[in-house]
Structures are given as structure tokens and as C-alpha cells.
């Protein structure tokens, strides 16, 4: 069992940044991936970053690639998502989630969710 609370969330305008962290904890964190995804209103939600526990294999969505650097820091086992040049089509709940996909940017192969944070860009 894993558990995932993200912070670092709120609103800010166009152009600006945030830092999201996500804080894991459980057994066996060594054996799972952490994702980032995101859901706004009205849409699924969608795969927006992903991190192995080594730190050596990521991966972006292209609308991200760029603009958002995902770490982690796994003494603490917190794991982040900055988030820079903020548009106002990022705004959503983002959710960090931990899994052991296939296919990494699949939101079905991560079996672990946080409650999410909500990120709003105004323009």
C-alpha cells in the first residue's frame, strides 16, 4: 500500500510558476513509478509527467515538454513538479500517482492516487 499527498497547488497568472510536491509513503516505494496527471473540468483526466525511482527514466506530454521538470527526492520520498511558463490551459486538479505501468503514460496502470491540488492560471 502507498500513500500520496500532493501540495503546492493555487492560482497564479500567465507566465508564472509553481512548485508541486507530492509525499509518498508505504512499503516498497522502490518498486514504483510516480506520475504526475491532470483533470480540468469536464475532461479526462490526462498524463503529464512521469518519474522512475532511479530518477533515470522520464517522461512528458508534449504539451508540458519544456516548461515542466519532474524530480524526485527519494531520502524524503517526495517527489516535484515544477511547473513554469503557466498558461491558463494548465489549470486543473493535478494528482500524483504511483504505479507499475507498462505503458507509462497510461492513467489505468497507476494503482495508487493522492487527493490532488488544484492549479489555476488566470490570464
Known amino acids: 500500500q502507498v500513500q500520496l499527498v500532493e501540495s503546492g497547488g493555487g492560482l497564479v497568472q500567465d507566465g508564472g510558476s509553481l512548485r508541486l510536491s507530492c509525499a509518498a509513503s508505504?512499503?516498497?516505494?522502490?518498486?514504483?513509478?510516480i506520475g504526475w496527471f491532470r483533470q480540468a473540468p469536464g475532461q479526462e483526466r490526462e498524463f503529464v509527467a512521469t518519474?522512475?525511482?532511479?530518477?533515470?527514466?522520464?517522461d512528458y506530454a508534449d504539451s508540458v515538454k519544456g516548461r515542466f521538470t519532474i524530480s524526485r527526492e527519494n531520502a524524503k520520498n517526495m517527489v516535484y513538479l515544477q511547473m513554469n511558463s503557466l498558461k491558463p490551459e494548465d489549470s486543473a486538479v493535478y494528482y500524483c500517482?504511483?504505479?507499475?505501468?507498462?505503458?507509462?503514460?497510461?492513467?489505468?496502470?497507476?494503482?495508487?492516487w493522492g487527493q490532488g491540488t488544484q492549479v489555476t492560471v488566470s490570464s
Open positions: 500517482a504511483a504505479g507499475r505501468p507498462a505503458v507509462v503514460r497510461r492513467t489505468g496502470e497507476y494503482e495508487f
Open positions: 508505504g512499503q516498497s516505494l522502490s518498486m514504483y513509478r
Open positions: 518519474i522512475s525511482w532511479t530518477g533515470g527514466s522520464l
